[in-house]
C-alpha cells in the first residue's frame, strides 16, 4: 500500500482467501473474532481463524463441493466469516442473504445463483425453507450450528463441527485465482421487486483491502465493534480490510451495544446513520434527565460550541456552505474560532468528555455509510470530538467509492473518491458532462466495479456502459475539490437510514388496494421510515364521513389535522401493506401528509406513460416531506 508504509501490503494476493495466511503470520496470537454474546462464548486467534478456514475450505472439498455455487444464508458470527472464506478457499463463490430473510425470496436466491450446497444458520432456518427446499438439486447442506442433524434427509446434511473434522483429515488443494474471478452474489432489488445478483469478483473486493487505508490507519490489537448485517457488502468490505490489518472485531448487537461500548472501548465502529442517530438520542435523553439548570448550561455550552466549530470549518476552508470565502472572511473566522476556544473547552470539560466516555472513550473514528448523514447529526459528533468520516457507494461498487478523510473531513458531503476511483456528473437526459457545480446523475468507473448482474445481462446493460461507467442512480455534485455532494436519487429506490433499501412500487401499488386512495408516492429517502403523499379519493371520503357522522371538510388543513380521518388513511395503510405479499418490518408507513392536487402530465408530475416522476413531486413537497419527518 502506498498511503501507509505501516499498513500490511496485499497488493500482489489476487484472492480474499490469500489474506488469512498473512495475517495468521503476522498476527498469530493475536484475537482476531470475539463473540462474547454466543453460549458458549468464541474466541479465535488469527492463528486458529486460519486453522478452521482451511478445514471447512478441505471439508467442502472432501464431500465434493469445489468450484460450485454455494448459498450462504446465516447472520452475525465468527462462523459466518469461517463459512464465507472457507468456501471462497474451497474455490467457490457464495450468494449470501440473511437467514431472518423472507422464505420466498431465499429460495429465489437459492435457485437464481444455481447453488448446489447450502449453508445455513441452524434447522429452524433450514425448516423455514421446507418444503419447498426438496426439490432443489443440493449435493449438501451445512449446519452452521452443531445441532443433532434430521434423519432421513434426502440430501447429505453435515453441522459445523463435523464439516471440520472431515476437513481435517483432508488435504485442502488450494485454488489459483486470478483477480476477474467471481468471489460472490450480494443480492439487490430490482424495480420488478425481484433481487439481482452483483457479481463481485476477488479483485472487486481486494480493492477495498487495499485502499481503504486512505481512511483508516489500524494497529495490530485496535478493537473493532460489529454491529451491521456481517452479509451486507458495506460491513463485509470493512471487516476484511480491519481484519487484514490486525484488528479484533467485537461481536455486538442493538441489545447489547450500550454495555459493549463500555466494557471493550472499541476503536472503531462501521454503521449507518441510524445507529449513529441513536446514540444521540440517548444522549438527548440523558440531557433532558437533568434539572433545569443543568439542561440550560448544557445547550449553552452546546450553542456556542456549534458557533465555534463552523467558524473554525471555514477558516479551514471545510466549510461547504463556504468553500468560496475570501481572504478576510477566513480571516474573520479564524479570530471568531479562537475567541470561542475556551467556551468550547469549558464544554468539552463538563459535557462533551462525559458523552466520550459512555462510548469507551477510546473511539478514534465513525465510519458512516448506507445513506446521508443528517446535518445536525455530523455537527453534534464534530462538537464532542468523536470524529465520523462518512462515505458512499453501493453494493454494485463492492461498495466504497467515496470517503471523507480525517485530514479532509468536508462536512455534509461523501467525500473524496478512492483511489483507482473515477466520478462523473452528466445530465439524466443527454448524459453530457456537466460543469463543476451542476447537479445531475452520479456515474462511477473503478476497479470495484461489479462485473455484472448475475445472467442478468440486459440489466447489466442498462447500467455499466461501454467505456465501464456505472449510473449509480444518485444525483450529485461535485466541489472544487472534489468532494461528493448527494442530493437525492434518480431512480425509485428508498433507502432508510439502517440501511434497507425498499422499492416503492410494490407497496404503492398494494396501497391503491385502498377505495380511498386514488394516489400516492412513498417518501422516506435517509429517514427512519417510509412516509406517504397521499391524494384521496374525496367522493368515497365523503360518503364514509356521512356514514360516520363526521363534519367534512375539502379544506387541506383542516383534513391534515382531523384525526379521526388520518386514523382512517392509517388503517387502510397497515391493512394493505401487512396484507402484501412478502411484507416486511420495514414496508411500515409512518407520518402521512393529505394533499389535494392530483400527480399529472399537465402540472409535471407524471410522465406520459403515467408513471409519478418522484424527483419532481419531491421537490415540489419537499418543506412539507421534511415537516413530516421532524418528529
Not at 435523553?285 to 448544557?298: A, H, N, V, Y
Request: aromatic share 8%; glycine share 6%.
Amino acid at each position: 500500500m502506498t498511503n501507509n508504509n505501516q499498513l500490511i501490503d496485499y497488493t500482489q494476493i489476487n484472492s480474499l482467501p490469500e489474506i488469512w495466511a498473512i495475517a495468521s503470520q503476522q498476527f498469530s496470537d493475536t484475537i482476531a473474532l470475539y463473540d462474547p454474546n454466543s453460549k458458549p462464548e468464541i474466541k479465535l486467534t488469527y492463528s486458529e481463524l486460519l486453522t478452521q478456514i482451511q478445514q471447512f475450505a478441505a471439508g467442502l472439498q472432501a464431500l465434493e463441493i469445489k468450484g460450485k455455487n454455494v448459498a450462504l444464508f446465516a447472520d452475525n458470527s465468527p462462523r459466518w466469516l469461517i463459512a464465507d472464506q472457507g468456501s471462497m478457499m474451497a474455490g467457490c463463490v457464495n450468494a449470501v442473504r440473511s437467514s431472518q430473510a423472507e422464505k420466498q425470496e431465499l429460495l429465489y436466491i437459492l435457485q437464481d445463483s444455481d447453488s448446489l450446497c447450502l449453508i445455513v444458520e441452524n434447522l429452524k432456518t433450514l425448516k423455514k425453507l421446507k418444503p419447498e427446499i426438496d426439490q432443489y438439486a443440493l449435493s449438501l447442506i451445512v449446519l452452521l450450528s452443531d445441532e443433532q442433524l434430521p434423519e432421513n434427509s434426502p440430501v447429505n446434511i453435515v453441522n459445523f463441527e463435523s464439516l471440520l473434522t472431515i476437513g481435517s483429515q483432508y488435504d485442502l488443494e488450494f485454488p489459483q485465482f486470478q483477480k476477474r474471478d467471481l468471489a460472490t452474489l450480494i443480492y439487490t432489488s430490482g424495480t420488478t421487486g425481484q433481487p439481482k445478483g452483483v457479481m463481485l469478483s476477488h479483485g472487486n473486493l481486494l480493492h477495498q483491502v487495499n485502499n481503504l487505508g486512505v481512511i483508516l490507519q489500524p494497529q495490530k490489537g485496535d478493537i473493532v465493534l460489529s454491529l451491521l448485517p456481517t452479509w451486507h457488502c458495506y460491513e463485509r468490505s470493512c471487516e476484511y480490510f480491519l481484519l487484514s490489518q490486525g484488528c479484533t472485531q467485537i461481536y455486538s448487537s442493538l441489545r447489547t451495544v450500550k454495555n459493549d461500548l463500555k466494557q471493550f472501548k472499541p476503536f472503531y465502529m462501521v454503521g449507518v446513520p441510524r445507529l449513529w442517530e441513536s446514540i444521540y438520542e440517548g444522549v438527548q435523553k440523558q440531557f433532558r434527565s437533568q434539572p433545569e439548570s443543568k439542561q440550560k448550561l448544557i445547550n449553552f455550552c452546546l450553542e456556542w460550541s456549534e458557533k465555534y466549530i463552523v467558524a473554525k470549518r471555514i477558516s479551514q476552508r471545510l466549510s461547504l456552505d463556504n468553500f468560496n470565502a475570501s481572504s478576510s472572511e477566513l480571516f474573520l473566522a479564524k479570530i471568531k474560532a479562537l475567541l470561542l476556544t475556551p467556551i468550547h473547552l469549558l464544554g468539552d470539560k463538563i459535557v462533551y468528555q462525559k458523552i466520550r466516555e459512555s462510548t469507551g472513550g477510546k473511539i478514534k473514528t465513525l465510519i458512516s455509510g448506507g445513506g446521508s448523514l443528517a446535518r445536525h447529526l455530523d455537527t453534534f459528533y464534530e462538537i464532542i470530538n468523536i470524529p465520523i468520516l462518512v462515505g458512499y457507494g453501493l453494493t454494485e461498487t463492492a461498495p466504497v467509492t467515496n470517503v471523507r478523510t480525517l485530514d479532509h473531513n468536508m462536512r455534509f458531503t461523501a467525500g473524496k473518491p478512492l483511489p483507482e476511483t473515477e466520478i462523473r456528473i452528466v445530465d439524466p437526459e443527454t448524459r453530457q458532462t456537466l460543469p463543476q457545480g451542476q447537479t445531475g446523475l452520479v456515474l462511477i468507473r473503478g476497479s470495484q466495479v461489479m462485473q455484472g448482474y448475475y445472467q442478468k445481462p440486459e440489466a447489466t446493460r442498462k447500467v455499466i456502459d461501454n467505456e465501464g461507467w456505472f449510473d449509480s442512480g444518485d444525483l450529485g455534485w461535485l466541489t472544487p475539490s472534489k468532494d461528493l455532494v448527494l442530493t437525492g436519487r434518480a431512480k425509485d429506490t428508498i433507502v432508510l437510514t439502517n440501511g434497507e433499501n425498499i422499492e416503492p412500487q410494490p407497496i404503492e401499488d398494494a396501497c391503491l388496494r385502498s377505495g380511498y386512495i386514488d394516489q400516492i408516492m412513498l417518501v422516506g429517502q435517509d429517514q427512519r421510515s417510509l412516509g406517504a403523499l397521499i391524494v384521496p379519493n374525496l367522493d368515497a371520503l365523503q360518503i364514509w364521513a356521512t356514514e360516520q357522522k363526521i363534519d367534512f371538510s375539502f379544506n387541506i388543513e383542516e383534513l391534515n389535522h382531523n384525526k379521526t380521518i388520518l386514523g382512517l388513511f392509517r388503517q387502510e395503510l397497515t391493512q394493505q401493506v401487512k396484507n402484501r405479499p412478502g411484507y416486511r418490518q420495514d414496508d411500515r408507513i409512518g407520518p402521512i401528509t393529505l394533499i389535494l392536487e392530483p400527480f399529472s402530465q399537465d402540472n409535471g408530475q407524471m410522465t406520459q406513460t403515467m408513471k409519478i416522476k418522484r424527483p419532481v413531486v419531491t421537490q415540489r413537497y419537499q418543506d412539507i416531506i421534511n415537516e413530516m419527518f421532524k418528529n
